[in-house]
């Protein structure tokens, strides 16, 4: 069983950055690739973005295509995202998720992750 924690969401104007941080409480979260996706209030929940176990293969949405950037720290156990240039359309909460996988191909569909954090809010204001 796999536990994520989200956190570092917040109250921001737009512009401005925000570094979310997921903790896994699994020992072997060196074999596990991880996402981010996020659910706007009335909306489906989206991706965001995914990273390998590696951190050889990271995968972005054009909407966080050069503005957020995912990464991980296997010694951690956390995956972050770093989201800059922050728009009010990027209001959600934030998820993140992961699926046990070896492979550099990365996945976007929600279904196929296994285990989820609880989100955290983010909020941009104009």
């Known amino acids: 069983q796999v536990q994520l924690v989200e956190s570092g969401g917040g109250l921001v104007q737009a512009g401005a950055s925000l570094r979310l941080s997921c903790a896994a409480s699994?020992?072997?979260?060196?074999?596990?690739?991880m996402g981010w996706f996020r659910q706007a209030p009335g909306k489906e929940r989206e991706f965001v973005a995914a990273?390998?176990?590696?951190?050889?293969?990271?995968y972005y949405a054009g909407s966080a295509e050069g503005r957020f950037t995912i990464s991980r720290d296997n010694a951690k156990s956390t995956v972050y995202l770093q989201m800059n240039s922050l728009k009010p359309e990027d209001t959600a909460v934030y998820y993140c998720?992961?699926?046990?996988?070896?492979?550099?191909?990365?996945?976007?569909?929600?279904?196929?992750?296994?285990?989820w954090g609880q989100g955290t809010q983010v909020t941009v204001s104009s």
């Open positions: 699994v020992r072997t979260f060196s074999t596990y690739a």
């Open positions: 998720a992961a699926h046990r996988s070896l492979s550099r191909s990365l996945r976007s569909r929600p279904d196929e992750y296994d285990y």
């Open positions: 990273i390998s176990w590696s951190t050889s293969s990271t």
